[in-house]
């Protein structure tokens, strides 16, 4: 088997993301990835805590030092990081780290992009936007990065069926099962050279 693809994954919260992604590919080596490293760039993260039970090293990146990249490239490049998974990470990805990671910056949006996208949507601020909307369907879309939000091309997108009664809350648990259940095969399945040009729907 040729070398396991080394990631970091990127988080600003929970992490529950992470921790599903570090738990499967922990337990199955022949997926050929290895979660080497977890960025959090807020001190009190609850994805700190359960990276540490689970033995993954962590780094927390300031703003004085996002904004040269210095500490972070250093440590990625320490690490032998392939590839940048980010996993609810909530600040913008600076041209530095697009240009050293062409092609290799991946994330999840809890929506169809290019729906609900953009600047201040995360969360359950898309959540709510989609209830607003009245929508009956929403879903995830994984994509690569670019220096805008949610502007990169996408790898995969799944939708899910809504209730029209469905609650914020309800819209985010069923999304968030669907980010579950594919987040990490996607990674596991993503080639460094792909362009991403191609869309898969689930629906
Ligand atoms: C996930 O739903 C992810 O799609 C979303 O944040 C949540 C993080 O959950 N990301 C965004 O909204 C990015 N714009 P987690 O910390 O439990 O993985």
Redesign the pocket.
């Known amino acids: 088997m040729s070398q396991p693809k080394r990631i970091a994954i990127f988080?600003?919260?929970?992490?529950?993301?992470?921790r599903v992604m570090i738990d499967r590919f922990q337990q199955h080596p022949e997926d050929g990835v290895e979660v080497v490293l977890l960025v959090s760039n807020r001190t009190g993260a609850g994805?700190l805590l359960m990276a540490a039970e689970r033995g993954i090293p962590s780094l927390v990146v300031k703003r004085a030092d996002w904004a040269t990249g210095e500490e972070l490239l250093a440590a990625l490049s320490a690490y032998r990081v392939d590839l940048i998974v980010?996993?609810?990470?909530?600040w913008l990805i600076p041209g530095y780290l697009v240009q050293a990671y062409p092609n290799r910056i991946v994330?999840?949006?809890?929506a169809l992009l290019p729906k609900y996208g953009g600047k201040g949507?995360?969360?359950r601020h898309?959540h709510e936007a989609v209830k607003n909307a009245g929508d009956l369907e929403s879903g995830?879309s994984i994509h690569y990065v670019n220096e805008n939000?949610?502007e990169g091309s996408i790898i995969y997108q799944a939708a899910v069926r809504l209730d029209p009664e469905d609650s914020p809350e309800k819209i985010?648990e069923r999304?968030?099962r669907l980010?579950h259940g594919n987040y990490w095969r996607i990674v596991r399945d993503l080639y460094d050279a792909t362009s991403g040009s191609e869309v898969h729907r689930d629906l």
């Open positions: 988080i600003s919260g929970g992490g529950s993301n992470a994805g980010l996993a609810g990470f909530l994330n999840i949006h809890p949507m995360y969360g898309v995830i939000y949610d985010a999304v968030l980010e």
